[in-house]
Nanobody, 123 residues
Framework: EVQLVESGGDSVQAGGSLRLDCTAS????????MGWFRQAPGKEREAVSCMNWNGRMTYTADSVKGRFTISRNNPQNTVYLQMNSLKPEDTAMYYC????????????????WGKGTLVNISS
């Protein structure tokens, strides 16, 4: 069974940057759309940014548009989330997962789901 491991979360001040990494135990990224989600305490998990295998189709939540960028390296079985101009409201557990992706939407799909990495942004 494929496993996903997220890393790169940290505690930083508002305005700072972080890059999150997600690595798969098997080479699944070649054929699967992948995405980043986040969940703050007491809130539902929400899609942040998603992309298909070649990057020609992407989704980015309005709350992070212009600040976060998703990318992937298929030979390395890794997907990234570059986060700039971080705000306190970005504080959450961040997860990667396989997704279903379309124009203007992205939802988790299948059993490909990581355990999360914590991002804590102070004002």
């Amino acid at each position: 069974e494929v496993q996903l491991v997220e890393s790169g979360g940290d505690s930083v001040q508002a305005g700072g940057s972080l890059r999150l990494d997600c690595t798969a135990s098997r080479p699944i990224f070649n054929g699967n759309p992948m995405g980043w989600f986040r969940q703050a305490p007491g809130k539902e998990r929400e899609a942040v940014s998603c992309m298909n295998w070649n990057g020609r189709m992407t989704y980015t939540a309005d709350s992070v548009k212009g600040r976060f960028t998703i990318s992937r390296n298929n030979p390395q079985n890794t997907v990234y989330l570059q986060m700039n101009s971080l705000k306190p409201e970005d504080t959450a557990m961040y997860y990667c997962a396989a997704v279903a992706l379309g124009s203007g939407w992205c939802v988790a799909a299948g059993d490909y789901w990581g355990k999360g990495t914590l991002v804590n942004i102070s004002s």
